[in-house]
């Protein structure tokens, strides 16, 4: 049974940058998808950034330059580094793991980005 563990999110200023880890417990890490949602209040979860096996990555338009996935195969933990961090990033981050029918995730861990 694959689990996801994030990293503790926090608070930081606007402009400020962040980086959140999941680590992978389970087999065959190399060959899952990775990618990071999120939750905004009272909005749906969205995609944030995918990374493929094959280290393709995908990026919602709203993060595009700002936000970096990228995955240690050495070390099963998937990374989302954010920079420029504005007040509407704000919301709880999810990490998943998907390889066909075998999706999970993580708890989730909250980002609030305020003065």
């Known amino acids: 049974q694959v689990q996801l563990v994030e990293s503790e999110g926090g608070l930081v200023q606007p402009g400020g940058s962040l980086r959140l880890s999941c680590a992978f417990s389970g087999e065959l890490f190399r060959f899952y998808t990775m990618a990071w949602y999120r939750q905004a209040p009272g909005k749906q979860r969205e995609l944030v950034a995918s990374i493929s096996s094959a280290r393709t990555t995908t990026y919602a338009d709203s993060v595009k330059g700002r936000f970096t996935i990228s995955r240690d195969n050495a070390k099963n933990t998937a990374y989302l580094q954010m920079n420029t961090l504005k007040p509407e990033d704000t919301a709880v981050y999810y990490c998943?793991?998907?390889?066909?029918?075998?999706?999970?995730w993580g708890q989730g861990t909250q980002v609030t980005v305020s003065s």
């Open positions: 998943n793991s998907n390889q066909g029918t075998y999706d999970y």
